[in-house]
């Protein structure tokens, strides 16, 4: 059992919130309202079936403005992005998160990485277009705190069935809790002693040294064991104990999230992969 970790406690925000609507365009006065609220032009993405419409760091009068516009022009959620920042030094908070960290209903593949926008690396569990997903970074001050200091970011991002019942209605008092504790769990992990076991069966596998060394040292480089995550997808039977006190989270969001020009072209590009 995991003892004598302080919990590590998170602010969570909105980051991101994608609407559709069964339209090229939606009429010219509310486009102008939208972009009067949110202050700026939302990205958009166009397909035969409609339009995609997405939002960076919402806050509450944007989300009343597109509920009642879904009331009125049959349009609906269809993902939201919960960001939550760790409070307190960023390398040890994500370090942290990887060991204790699991994405429930995830199909064992590699953890994607990737290079963030100032310079750190950034990891995703799932394929972007993935209806349940999760993104980490370690190198950004908060969208709370733009002039504070760097910190340890998960988003949790949610789209289609596992929304977890959340429509256009019920984004401005959705409680955090509930929704990231539905589908992530946090689990005692102590990443030494799983590295040894899964390395113990590997040398019980093979009947040759060598093979087993080779696989040992192969799995070393890429197995990413700094993921609690991929030791679960190697050894699915290893008994991981869930206890979500190793953490603090918030009943409510908080707003006044201030959005990043720069990530405006990736933001794009991610609405244009998952379409």
Request: glycine share 6%; hydrophobic share 40%.
């Amino acid at each position: 059992m995991t003892t004598g970790i302080t919990p590590v406690r998170f602010r969570h925000y909105l980051d991101t919130v994608a609407y559709f609507f069964p339209m090229k365009r939606l009429p010219p006065a509310d486009w102008a309202s939208i972009r009067k609220i949110y202050g700026d032009t939302p990205y958009v993405n166009r397909n035969a079936m409609g339009m995609l419409v997405a939002f960076q760091c919402p806050q509450p009068d944007l989300l009343e403005k597109m509920a009642s516009l879904c009331d009125r022009l049959r349009g609906n959620l269809t993902r939201y992005d919960i960001s939550s920042d760790a409070i307190g030094p960023a390398s040890e908070n994500l370090i942290f998160i990887k060991e204790h960290l699991l994405l429930k209903h995830r199909k064992a593949m590699p953890i994607e990485t990737f290079d963030n926008l100032t310079g750190g690396e950034g990891s995703i569990y799932c394929p972007y277009e993935a209806p349940r997903n999760v993104a980490l970074y370690d190198d950004f001050p908060s969208k709370l705190e733009p002039k504070g200091p760097n910190v340890a970011k998960m988003d949790l991002r949610l789209r289609k069935r596992a929304k977890c019942g959340i429509d256009h209605h019920g984004l401005i008092g959705l409680n955090p809790t509930l929704v990231i504790l539905r589908n992530i769990r946090f689990v005692e992990f102590d990443r030494r002693q799983s590295e040894r076991r899964i390395f113990r069966n590997v040398l019980e596998e093979e009947a040759d040294p060598r093979q087993a060394t080779a696989r040992i040292r192969d799995m070393k480089r890429h197995g990413q064991f700094d993921f609690v995550q991929r030791v679960h997808d190697y050894a699915p039977r290893l008994l991981l104990i869930t206890n979500n006190d190793l953490v603090l989270l918030e009943s409510t969001l908080t707003w006044n999230a201030i959005r990043r020009g720069i990530a405006k072209k990736d933001l794009s590009n991610e609405i244009n992969i998952i379409g």
